[in-house]
């Protein structure tokens, strides 16, 4: 876990990978909760009988936002940003669904200093990141998610 406590110490892994996550399991209960919370409730995702007969991947399904609502709880695991007066989910940028995730499965996040820009001292932060799925080729998905970072001076 790389550690960071200031805008200068952010910029020298510009262009560099800050790390990888540890892997995380996606359960039916992670699932079944995400759906009750977001109010989607689709077959592909809850019923898990109807999945197994009928869904193209003969299992329930992540919902695509359940596996990016995971990128603060991933990234924390790669980089402990320390000294913080504040910080901000600030964006998603060129963001592609590659695969789907089928319950059970064991994701991580990656994750590259893509961009670093001073904002009169906020310090904004483009990550290059890619959840993958264990044992398999293509990624559940890739881009760019946008942090602003208030470091106390």
């Known amino acids: 876990m790389q ?16 790390g990888i996550s ?10 079944n909760k995400f759906a009750d919370a977001t109010l989607d409730h689709q077959w592909i995702h809850v019923d898990e009988e109807r999945a197994q007969n009928e869904g193209p991947f003969k299992a329930t399904i992540a919902h695509g936002y359940l596996t990016l609502s995971l990128i603060p709880y991933l990234w924390k695991e790669i980089v402990d940003i320390q000294n913080l007066k ?3 989910n600030y964006g998603i940028e060129s963001l592609r669904f590659a695969q789907a995730v089928t319950v059970n499965s064991k994701v991580r996040l990656k994750a590259k200093l893509a961009s ?3 904002l009169r001292g906020v310090t904004k932060v483009n990550m290059a990141i890619e959840m993958e ?5 293509k990624p559940a998905f890739s881009g760019e998610v946008v942090f602003l970072y208030h470091f106390v001076n």
């Open 3 to 18: 550690i960071i406590t200031s805008h200068a110490e952010f910029e020298q892994y510009l262009g560099k990978e800050l």
């Open 22 to 31: 540890s892997w995380h399991t996606i359960t039916q209960e992670q699932i």
């Open 86 to 88: 504040m910080e901000i």
């Open 116 to 118: 670093i820009i001073n």
């Open 133 to 137: 799925i264990e044992d398999q080729k």
